[in-house]
């Protein structure tokens, strides 16, 4: 069984609908992150948890939110999409003492 | 604050050529340096990484020096193999900072 889970795997939205990706863990890991890819431009920082009383900004949070329900659950919103939130989104997870993180298997997103 | 920046593909090269893909950061203090591996329509995978100067990274056949007097970690290989086509992310966590930066990626193609 994977460590780290995403669902959905992929999604066409139209602009203007809400949207949840969401992301489990079986690692017990106290922190998860999400990214997001695009060509180009690597991947960068959406939102991160330290645990589940702690949110935090990434690099690129407008237009996003999240939800940390659970310590291996967290889920990534967009309120209302659009296109150019098309992209790669990964979760990931991590723990205090080791700065490496695992990441789950992506979920590709498009807004038509 | 922290960047890192690889060399810009795509780069295609034959079976058992000698791989290198330069990476060089900017960060305060002492950051930890990571390659990541993602290979085709899946997450990334950690493939090495190094805590302190001098530090090499292995795995794979895939070595990797952290340079401080250079602030560079060159991933290289000595024979490459058409399954180590995949995109290569470097990538550094801040000292202390438990959060991932990352370069835009390297798309590596080998033919047979």
């Known amino acids: 069984d994977a460590d780290v889970t995403q669902t959905p795997r992929n999604r066409i939205t139209k602009t203007g609908k809400r949207i949840m990706l969401e992301c489990s863990q079986t690692?017990?890991?106290?922190?998860m992150y999400w990214y997001r890819q695009d060509p180009g431009l690597g991947l960068r920082l959406i939102y991160y948890?330290?645990?589940?009383?702690?949110?935090n900004k990434g690099e690129i949070s407008d237009g996003y939110s999240v939800s940390r329900q659970a310590q291996a659950k967290f889920s990534l919103s967009l309120e209302s999409a659009i296109p150019n939130q098309t992209a790669l989104y990964f979760c990931?997870?991590?723990?205090?003492?080791?700065?490496?993180?695992?990441f789950g298997p992506g979920t590709r997103l498009t807004v038509l | 604050g922290d960047s890192v920046t690889q060399m810009e593909g795509p780069v295609t090269l034959s079976e058992e050529a000698f791989l290198t893909i330069n990476c060089t950061y900017t960060?305060?203090?002492?950051?930890?340096l990571f390659w990541y591996v993602q290979y085709p329509g899946e997450g990334l995978q950690l493939l090495l990484k190094?805590?302190?100067?001098?530090d090499k990274g292995s795995n794979k056949g895939f070595e990797a020096t952290y340079r401080k007097e250079t602030t560079s970690f060159h991933l290289e290989k000595g024979s490459v193999q058409v399954s180590d086509s995949a995109v290569y992310f470097c990538?550094?966590?801040?000292?202390?900072?438990?959060?991932?930066?990352f370069g835009q990626g390297t798309r590596l193609t080998i033919n047979p």
């Open positions: 990931a997870t991590g723990t205090s003492g080791l700065n490496e993180q695992f």
């Open positions: 690692k017990g890991h106290d922190r």
């Open positions: 948890s330290f645990d589940v009383k702690d949110i």
């Open positions: 960060a305060t203090g002492y950051p930890s």
């Open positions: 190094a805590t302190k100067a001098d």
């Open positions: 990538a550094l966590s801040g000292q202390g900072a438990q959060k991932l930066v």
